[in-house]
């Protein structure tokens, strides 16, 4: 066990050697993204010099004073603590050491910067993020200064927040050690943080935000980043809010963080441009892939060059289903910013400056704030919700608020000028509004009258299913209460699993390594989910979404309109796709009968004629996959050909799913894609011609002893929509998560309200 590592040396198991972000930008450097040249100094050398000057046992009479009551106490405690690490020097000999390393990180002649940076051993965990609860150096190149930097670091185990954080988490004090990274400065000129996969939403897409100069003012909330919305499987740029950046940190003359106005003609300016941050989001997608979860990175740009410098795995995803934003109609919005973390609460508003005591920050106060610090964690942990004039969703104010389920509003540029000390708001953390008033009391109390109690989801006759994006919410989206998984896109593994084109693969004779990477997908699934049904759709993927896959140039054509190209079914009938289909339908085999979970059922996508079926069956009697009593074959109707001939279809399989996104489509002639005609109202689940084609699919399907589900984004967004089906006889409705609740609520309401309809037709004929 060395004092000093290089890291290049290091992976994710060595966490107890040299912490959290040592050992994942070790695993990143191995992997081969581009990541700084760095060395760390190991818990080895932390607990050489902790026991060569004894200082832990001194470290718990001074914790052995601290009031858990108050702030101040801890305050003081740590300026002691941190004192006693300055009585202390760092032995010569692991001088030597730390000054060796440091000097072959450069050319001879050459100044070297480098980034001091602490990591903690209970740091960037799944679990717990500990977000800026220890210290960083920037810009360090005097020798002197690095050997004080280092120790500074070690003595920053024990800053207030970080006490207070670990007694928060659960962790005792003498289990965490810190280990110091050594990594040679860049002096970004853009830099920022991306989630791979945002908040927000269900896990398609991929949250980048981007600001001028080093990324502290982005980590620390000092200034409100760019934001860019990512989808990640088609790589395009979804959503764009371009903020105003007045100053930036940059390396001053002699090395020394500086802090310097960005040039007025910048300031508005989109930071980072189109083709870099579909570069980066890329990126982004290869490290979940590597690391098998989404992740929390932070990049920065030098040169035209990117740089990875780290990457943890995100610990505030919640539990898989938003909350929703209040109702409060009428009420006198005070000011508005990023919803950060979701979640209403209501409470008297507390103006916060850095040289105030956080002891004033009372149990449920509105914490109001220009940013958040890390020593403001304790008083954080207190607040009814947190409001702050900058920020973005990656900042400290926001990951810290998600962790600890506060509901967060931040980048709303003048909460600390428009809101005064004691006025009571509401704050809306889902959609980032602040009000005047306890507007959330008053929702709550009129709801109490109009609601009936109940304790638990209400058991309706309409199955509830669970549309899922990626496998690693597959767990917390189980908790909902729904009758299993109504669709599950295969191509989701292919882009978060995967990342190469399937066709690719198999020419290079990885085709082994195709089937193990779906089935390892699939399973983990069907494990959350286990004995309720999942619904394997498989791929769908249309040929420009295929081309740009690494690898798919060599395989796909370029078509005019792939929306009604070569997709679907039509892929599994020819022989230049047949080997990757085969290779889904032996991942699916070896699911259910190598793994066991026979809860799989698989649905087949844009069947155009009776043909493809035949064709299609014999692939699967080729891997021994049959359709038996808990082996289920559903059809996707999203094209009229299944409406008109669903007789025929019925014949091959043993129900049908409703894609309503693309059956409108079709039966509109209006492109799902044009902006024009949906504000124009041309497609519209809702439409009558497409209520006819539903109700005439249920009606046949039902005739020969088949069910009807519906799969698409109709019913979680249109509650007249969801009736309509209901009373048409629908057998199962598949929704967002976010949507699962309310939804099937409605549905036993209407339910209740069609019995009520029949008993009384019964008596009135009576």
């Excluded at 030597?96 to 980034?115: H, I, N, T, W």
């Excluded at 962790?403 to 000028?417: D, R, S």
């Excluded at 693969?505 to 309720?532: Q, S």
Aim: proline share 4%; aromatic share 8%; net charge negative.
């Amino acid at each position: 066990m060395k004092r000093i590592a290089e890291i290049g040396e290091l992976g994710v198991d060595d966490i107890p050697y040299v912490g959290g972000k040592g050992a994942n930008l070790g695993e990143l450097d191995s992997a081969g993204f581009p990541v700084p040249p760095a060395f760390v100094l190991t818990t080895v050398a932390y607990d050489y010099y902790m026991e060569g000057t004894g200082l832990l046992d001194r470290i718990y009479e001074v914790l052995g004073t601290i009031d858990k009551g108050s702030d101040q106490t801890l305050a003081d405690a740590s300026v002691k603590i941190r004192a006693l690490f300055e009585e202390y020097d760092i032995p010569q000999d692991l001088k030597d050491e730390v000054l060796k390393s440091f000097r072959g990180m450069f050319k001879k002649g050459e100044r070297g910067f480098v980034a001091v940076r602490s990591s903690a051993t209970a740091e960037d965990l799944p679990e717990a993020s500990f977000a800026g609860q220890q210290d960083t150096y920037l810009n360090v190149f005097d020798e002197d200064d690095l050997i004080d930097k280092v120790r500074k670091c070690w003595s920053s185990l024990f800053t207030a927040r970080a006490i207070s954080y670990r007694e928060k988490q659960g962790f005792e004090h003498s289990d965490v050690k810190l280990a110091v990274v050594v990594q040679k400065m860049v002096n970004s000129e853009v830099s920022g943080i991306m989630f791979t996969v945002d908040p927000g939403s269900e896990g398609t897409h991929i949250l980048l935000e981007a600001g001028y100069g080093l990324g502290e003012a982005i980590v620390g909330g000092e200034v409100t980043p760019d934001t860019y919305t990512v989808d990640r499987m088609h790589k395009k740029i979804l959503k764009k809010r371009i903020s105003k950046q007045t100053w930036m940190y940059t390396k001053g003359p002699e090395g020394n963080t500086v802090k310097i106005d960005v040039a007025p003609d910048m300031a508005e300016v989109q930071k980072l441009n189109d083709s870099l941050i579909i570069d980066l989001a890329e990126y982004g997608k290869q490290i979940e892939i590597h690391y098998d979860k989404p992740m929390d990175v932070e990049w920065c740009l030098e040169n035209g060059n990117l740089y990875i410098v780290q990457a943890r795995p995100i610990t505030t995803l919640g539990n898989g289903v938003k909350q929703e934003g209040a109702s409060m109609d009428g009420a006198n919005i005070l000011t508005t910013g990023l919803g950060a973390s979701p979640g209403v609460a209501a409470g008297k508003v507390k103006l916060f400056e850095e040289s105030m005591s956080l002891d004033e920050v009372k149990d449920g106060d509105i914490l109001v704030t220009s940013m958040t610090m890390p020593d403001m964690v304790p008083a954080m942990s207190r607040a009814g919700a947190i409001v702050t004039d900058e920020g973005g969703m990656t900042c400290h104010a926001a990951i810290v608020s998600r962790e600890l389920g506060t509901p967060c509003v931040v980048g709303t540029g003048n909460a600390t000028k428009v809101l005064e000390d004691g006025m009571m708001i509401t704050v809306d953390g889902m959609t980032g509004t602040v009000y005047e008033g306890d507007v959330a009391k008053k929702k709550d109390a009129s709801a109490a009258a109009t609601v009936t109690f109940a304790p638990t989801a209400p058991v309706t006759g309409t199955k509830v299913m669970v549309n899922l994006a990626i496998p690693q919410k597959a767990e917390e989206v189980s908790e909902l209460p729904v009758d299993g998984v109504g669709l599950m896109r295969i191509e989701f593994l292919f882009t978060g699993y995967i990342g190469e084109h399937p066709m690719a693969m198999v020419k290079e004779g990885r085709a082994a390594e195709v089937e193990d990477r779906l089935a390892e997908g699939i399973a983990k699934v069907c494990r959350a989910f286990y004995p309720r049904p999942v619904i394997l759709r498989t791929s769908d993927f249309k040929t420009n979404e295929y081309r740009d896959m690494k690898g798919g140039a060599e395989f796909e054509p370029v078509e005019a309109n792939p929306m009604i190209g070569w997709r679907g079914c039509s892929r599994y009938a020819s022989d230049n796709y047949r080997a990757a289909f085969m290779c889904e339908l032996r991942a699916i085999k070896k699911v259910r009968d190598k793994m066991g979970l026979r809860n799989l059922w698989v649905m087949l996508p844009f069947v155009r004629n009776t043909e493809e079926l035949d064709h299609i069956a014999e692939m699967f009697e080729d891997v021994g996959l049959r359709r038996s009593r808990d082996f289920k074959l559903y059809l996707m109707a999203e094209l009229p050909v299944n409406i008109f001939m669903a007789e025929e279809f019925c014949e091959y399989c043993d129900g049908f799913s409703i894609g309503s996104n693309d059956l409108t489509q079709l039966i509109m002639g209006a492109d799902r894609d044009s902006d024009i005609l949906g504000r124009m109202g041309y497609f519209d689940e809702r439409s009558e011609g497409i209520k006819r084609a539903i109700a005439h699919l249920i009606k046949v399907a039902h005739s020969k002893g088949k069910p009807v589900g519906i799969c698409g984004q109709g019913p979680s967004v249109y509650p007249e929509f969801t009736e309509f089906l209901v009373r048409e006889g629908i057998d199962s409705i598949s929704l967002n998560p976010d949507t699962v609740l309310k939804t099937k609520n409605m549905i036993a309401s209407v339910e209740q309200k069609v019995i009520l309809e029949g008993l009384r037709a019964l008596r009135d004929r009576s």
